[in-house]
Structures are given as structure tokens and as C-alpha cells.
């Protein structure tokens, strides 16, 4: 749990947006005063107020394919890492107005001829019927042709998805209301497979994964409706066994860093093919999840002295799993051994212009190990996706 420098690393930011917007507006102006037709209806902020929130990387074609968060709805790009350019994957030919972003929502198939991807909102409820719903769609990597299969759930939006192909079968996670769905590729309709929330507490983290037994996991937040607000033991983890067709709500979740009460709410989830998962939560910290009961035991905490967040961890074929961790502009390389439960902090990640990271959402590696790392978020600027040379 040492400090490392890795040597000769290099950062570089790639930018699809510049946009600077000073340091204090987003605070004094559009968190105070601002709702959701107020950025549209403001070009630098719509269309340049730009999130890299999921990222994945196709090595048939070398390119880091980007879900973005726009609030016009440009929100499919890809960084072509041979041309050293953004392209335009073409997604204005199919979208809704409503579509504005890939949140963790991007899945290959097996053979990577297609991506699933699907959409999630900005807009508020005052605009629930009018909003169709997030779409799930495919797009062809050979042909670059995109096409929308279908709604899981009218007027309901999709904050991640996990295919499982095996099934044939994708299942989503929906904001509002937050509940699990199920589409089905073969006939193209979805179903709900039950709430995750009552209300009260926003209960998912950024993403669903899929344990070795075909177990789809997320959190969820009870609702003690008896009292007046709801505590710190309302986070617990769940998940949906399609053997069984129906969710299991654990009682627990995620053990406060350093034996508080309660439990911390669910970040990240993340399977790396040990027969255990692993999650992060309640400032970054780690947990290590037992599949069979759920029971999910506090391995640290890699910065507890400022704000911080784990959204993402990507296996490298060196049997490491990094991320960047961090917030605020300070963020830092993160490794972590799945074979030993330790992890390592690395260096500031700030390119040579001296632009620094605000915060990370997703990462992923190309085939030559270099790190790519989504930026999401930021209220000064448009966000970067950034390249890390290990």
C-alpha cells in the first residue's frame, strides 16, 4: 500500500471538446439557478459540456470506442488510435432528442462484430411521458451501420447494461424509477425483473456485472418508510438469479471503511475471473464480495485524507487490475492484485500542459497495454479522454 513511480510513464489528454468555463460559474450560476432547458438552450454548455463516461476498447480496429454524456445528444465517438483522430460513429441517424448519454452501457459481443449499446437521460421527471424511454442499439463494426432494437421500458432510462450472450439476453439497470430490466435480442422486448429503490436513496452504483453463475448484482436501498429520513444501513447489494427468476435482496451491503455503522452505497462492481467479485464504495474503498451469500468484507481505503471515488478497474494481462482513483482535479494511478487483495498508488494524472484530471468514470486497456481512462464531469471545463502509457 506504498507510493510507487512508475518510470517513464507517460499522460496525455485527448480532447473531442475544449471548452473553459472558469472556475466559478458552474458553482454561482447553473447549480443554483440552472434546470435542464437552460443548458440546452446554451450551446457552450450543451453541446461542449461534454462526460467520457463509458469506454471500450476494439482491437480489430484499434479504436477506443466513447459513450459520452452530451446534452444535445452527440454522444458515440471513437478514438482511432492509428489516425490519432475522433470520428463520429453516426448515432444523430437514429437517436432521440432525449438520448444524452452512454452511462456504463457499452457491451461486445464474443466475436466483437457488434456493440450494444444503450441510452440514459439528463432530463427530469416533469418530462417522463414525453421522453420515450433509453433504447438499447447495435452497432456493426465491419459496416459502421447503427440501428435502434427497442425499449425495455417506456419512458424509463438505462444507466448500465451487461450482455449475457449465453442467454441471449441483456440486462439493464433504469433511472426513474430505479429498477433491474431484461431485453430479449431474439424478439426484441424487454420486462421489468423488479424495483431496486423506493425513492428514497438513489441505490445504484455505475455499473452491473455478472458473476460466474449468470447472477446479475447491484445495489439497492430500502425504503423504511416508518422513518422520517433514511440512514446509513438503507445501501445493500442484491441481485437478480435467472435460475431462480427472481431478485435476491441481501440485508447487508458494503461495511463502512473503518467499522462505522451502517453500510456504504455500492460504486463500482467488478468480476476478474477468481470466483470472487470485488467492489468500491464509501470513498474509494474496496471490498471483496462473496457470491454465494453476498457477504461483502472491507479490504481499505487507498485515500482517506480528501474526497475521493474507484468507479472502474481493468484487468491487464500482467494479473493487475488498474484504475484511477481520486476527485476534485487530484487523481491518482491505482493498482490492485486480485491474487493477494493489495493494491498500490501511482502517480498524478496531469498531461504536460498541465491540465489535470477532475475525475474518472471508466477505463479500459488497448492490446499494447496502454491505459485509457474516461474523465467525467468536470465543472470547468469539457472533459478528456486520456491516454496512459504505462
Known amino acids: 500500500m506504498e507510493f510507487y513511480s512508475l518510470a517513464g510513464m507517460k499522460i496525455r489528454s485527448l480532447k473531442l471538446r475544449d471548452r473553459r468555463y472558469g472556475a466559478k460559474i458552474f458553482e454561482e450560476e447553473v447549480i443554483p439557478r440552472w434546470n435542464y432547458q437552460d443548458i440546452l438552450d446554451r450551446p457552450e454548455w450543451g453541446r461542449d459540456w461534454i462526460s467520457f463516461d463509458n469506454i471500450v476498447y476494439h482491437g480489430g480496429t484499434d479504436r477506443i470506442f466513447c459513450g459520452l454524456t452530451c446534452f444535445d445528444g452527440d454522444i458515440f465517438h471513437a478514438w482511432d488510435r492509428r489516425a490519432g483522430t475522433f470520428g463520429d460513429l453516426g448515432f444523430a441517424r437514429v437517436m432521440d432528442r432525449y438520448d444524452a448519454k452512454f452511462h456504463r452501457a457499452m457491451e461486445f459481443t464474443a466475436d466483437q462484430r457488434s456493440l450494444y449499446v444503450a441510452t440514459a437521460l439528463l432530463h427530469d421527471v416533469d418530462r417522463f411521458y414525453e421522453a420515450p424511454g433509453g433504447g438499447i442499439y447495435r452497432y456493426d463494426i465491419p459496416g459502421g451501420g447503427i440501428e435502434k432494437l427497442g425499449i425495455p421500458i417506456p419512458h424509463n432510462y438505462i444507466q448500465s447494461c451487461v450482455l449475457d450472450e449465453s442467454r441471449g439476453v441483456i440486462y439493464t439497470m433504469h433511472l426513474t424509477p430505479e429498477c433491474l430490466g431484461v431485453f430479449d435480442l431474439e424478439t426484441r422486448r424487454g420486462r ?29 436501498a430500502a425504503t423504511k418508510a416508518w422513518l422520517p429520513n433514511p440512514l446509513s444501513d438503507v445501501f445493500r447489494l442484491c441481485k437478480y438469479d435467472p435460475s431462480a427468476g427472481r431478485i435476491v435482496y441481501y440485508s447487508h451491503g458494503l461495511p463502512h471503511p473503518e467499522g462505522g455503522a451502517g453500510y456504504a452505497k455500492v460504486e463500482g462492481l467488478f468480476n476478474f475471473g477468481t470466483g470472487v467479485l470485488y467492489a468500491s464504495g464509501g470513498n474509494g474503498s474496496l471490498y471483496r464480495i462473496e457470491p454465494r451469500t453476498g457477504r461483502a468484507s472491507y479490504l481499505g481505503t487507498p485515500i482517506k485524507d480528501r474526497r475521493s471515488r474507484l468507479t472502474a478497474l481493468a484487468l491487464h494481462s500482467d494479473g493487475f487490475a488498474y484504475g484511477v482513483t481520486g476527485r476534485d482535479g487530484a487523481c491518482q494511478l491505482l493498482r490492485f492484485d486480485p491474487r493477494t487483495d493489495a493494491w498500490e498508488l501511482g502517480d498524478a494524472i496531469m498531461d504536460p500542459e498541465g491540465d489535470a484530471m477532475y475525475q474518472c468514470h471508466d477505463v479500459a486497456f488497448a492490446a499494447d497495454g496502454v491505459l485509457y481512462a474516461a474523465e467525467n464531469d468536470n465543472p470547468f471545463r469539457s472533459s478528456f479522454l486520456w491516454e496512459i502509457t504505462l
Open 192 to 220: 421489468e425483473l423488479g424495483p431496486i429503490s423506493g425513492g428514497r436513496a438513489l441505490a445504484q452504483g455505475e455499473n452491473l456485472i455478472l458473476d460466474d453463475a449468470g447472477c446479475v448484482w447491484c445495489g439497492w
